[in-house]
């Protein structure tokens, strides 16, 4: 019989009855245009702290004029949201003044407090969870490489991969940075002939009328100076993000210009946008800017998806599994979606923008997405293979061993969000794979998280990077 060791990462902060003269502060941050937590609990007279995580500046503006504000900080910087002190029992709504799609939520209780939230899951039984040491600021992907092996961390603040030695037990050594000198490093993967590695990056665009193109570049083995792979891939309000190499090729996930098809975010340009594209893994200096530029080096693997962040094979199979992101104003359409495709097949239309989906019971599939502009849901396109629900995040992904704990299973993690009074995602969940069919099943609960963006097998187990607080967590077998 398995049992649980003490988890890495508190799965919900409780605040507790203290005495009259009680006085605490809570702390909000800033990390991917994201408010985290979305909702803070406090109570009245406490004090609010607000660290900016990201690599713009924010600032926390209450939506009631003057009612609290913080001073506007960049990365690394925290400073005190003046007026929060003064505020009496209540539900007050904030946002960033620069960006003011950015949104939270501060709950302010009486003396009394509220009953807390339930906590949510902590690791399944039979899984040990262990905080690994180092902490890289803002990790966005994460890999295991080499002999001697090592973790790979992308850091979205300092704009570099870090090089984190695995040591006996699966804990790690001190990181060092690997590679440096990028924008938005969102994605890293291996050449395993030669180890080559390849960092996926986005910057800003010199084609006119677009705000954001995708790079992808190639770090010598040992580390070195990068080399352009290919650049120009055109997205904006979601990036270029995880790649794979198989068989000689890199395969490389493109998100999306816009929330919607139409808003949000620079014109569309089919089919790259929200695409999943390959290039030999020996490719330098190629631009891929159009449709007229595929079908030569670059090639177009699956198109129609929109926020795409990882791509991961299942072992011994040409087959690509895809986390794909749905439009979020939509509900109950608009679903989180666990995408695939046999790279060795023409390219699929997983239907973005023309479609939304949605689980909902006695809802259709697909339907036409209502945005104007966007033309209508033919059913010619490409269903999913399970969805993973509304507004969950779904980034990085692997499938583990084949063995008799992991079963060669798909594993993804879920970064999180915030809509209405309904906390989702936060957790790595687990997708079983019929090892005779290749089907998947139902996603399940397996590792609670602040905010987890990517996940890595490697000699001892599942690695969880955790966007908000750096930490890397292992989580491995403990009889």
């Known amino acids: 019989m398995r049992k649980l060791l003490v988890a890495a990462v508190s799965a919900a902060i409780v605040f507790l009855p203290a005495a009259a003269a009680r006085s605490a502060t809570a702390t909000v941050t800033a990390a991917a245009f994201t408010y985290l937590p979305p909702a803070v609990p406090i109570q009245q007279g406490d004090s609010l702290d607000f660290t900016n995580n990201d690599i713009q500046p924010h600032d926390i503006t209450s939506d009631t004029a003057g009612q609290f504000q913080s001073a506007v900080v960049g990365n690394g910087a925290t400073t005190r949201v003046s007026g929060v002190e003064s505020l009496s029992p209540g539900q007050y709504t904030f946002h960033c003044s620069i960006h003011?799609?950015?949104?939270?939520?501060?709950?302010?209780?009486?003396?009394?407090?509220a009953p807390a939230p339930p906590p949510l899951p902590t690791p399944s039984p039979g899984v040990g969870a262990v905080p690994t040491g180092p902490v890289v600021p803002t990790p966005t992907s994460l890999t295991v490489f080499g002999d001697p092996p090592a973790v790979y961390a992308a850091s979205y603040a300092q704009g570099a991969v870090?090089?984190?030695?695995?040591?006996?037990?699966?804990?790690?050594?001190?990181?060092?940075?690997?590679?440096?000198?990028?924008?938005n490093p969102l994605g890293v993967a291996f050449d395993p002939t030669d180890g080559t590695m390849f960092v996926a990056d986005s910057h800003a665009s010199a084609t006119a009328g677009r705000s954001t193109d995708g790079r992808v570049w190639a770090v010598?083995?040992?580390?070195?100076?990068?080399?352009?792979?290919?650049?120009?891939?055109?997205?904006?309000r979601h990036n270029t993000n995880g790649m794979a190499v198989r068989n000689g090729l890199l395969y490389i996930t493109n998100g999306s210009s816009?929330?919607?098809?139409?808003?949000?975010?620079?014109?569309?340009?089919?089919?790259?946008?929200?695409?999943?594209?390959?290039?030999?893994?020996?490719?330098?200096?190629?631009?891929?800017?159009?449709?007229?530029?595929?079908?030569?080096?670059?090639?177009?693997?699956?198109?129609?998806?929109?926020?795409?962040?990882?791509?991961?094979?299942?072992?011994?199979?040409?087959?690509?599994?895809?986390?794909?992101?749905g439009p979020d104003p939509f509900d109950?359409?608009?679903?989180?979606?666990?995408?695939?495709?046999?790279?060795?097949?023409?390219?699929?239309?997983?239907?973005?923008?023309?479609?939304?989906?949605?689980?909902?019971?006695?809802?259709?599939?697909y339907k036409s997405n209502p945005t104007a502009g966007v033309p209508p849901c033919d059913g010619t396109q490409r269903l999913p293979v399970e969805s993973l629900g509304l507004h969950v995040s779904a980034d990085g992904l692997a499938f583990g061993p084949n063995d008799s704990f992991w079963h060669g299973d798909l594993f993804i993690a879920e970064f999180g969000n915030f809509f209405g009074s309904q906390v989702v995602g936060h957790k790595v969940v687990r997708v079983p794979i019929d090892p005779a069919t290749g089907a998947a099943g139902a996603p399940q609960t397996f590792f609670a998280s602040a905010a987890p963006l990517d996940v890595a097998f490697g000699p001892d187990g599942l690695s969880v990077s955790d966007f908000a607080t750096g930490q890397i967590t292992l989580l491995r077998p403990f009889p």
């Open 100 to 113: 003011p799609f950015m949104h939270g939520t501060i709950a302010v209780a009486a003396s009394t407090p």
């Open 332 to 365: 109950p359409y608009g679903d989180d979606l666990l995408l695939e495709t046999d790279v060795t097949t023409p390219a699929p239309d997983f239907g973005f923008p023309s479609c939304i989906y949605t689980s909902e019971p006695g809802l259709p599939q």
């Open 162 to 183: 870090y090089k984190l030695p695995v040591l006996a037990g699966g804990l790690l050594g001190p990181g060092t940075p690997y590679a440096t000198g990028f924008s």
């Open 258 to 325: 816009t929330d919607d098809g139409v808003n949000g975010g620079d014109p569309e340009v089919p089919p790259l946008g929200g695409s999943l594209l390959s290039v030999p893994v020996g490719t330098r200096g190629l631009t891929v800017s159009s449709a007229a530029d595929l079908g030569g080096a670059a090639q177009l693997v699956a198109k129609g998806m929109r926020n795409v962040y990882d791509v991961a094979f299942r072992p011994g199979t040409s087959e690509a599994w895809i986390p794909m992101n």
């Open 220 to 236: 010598p083995p040992g580390g070195g100076t990068p080399q352009v792979v290919v650049d120009g891939l055109p997205n904006g």
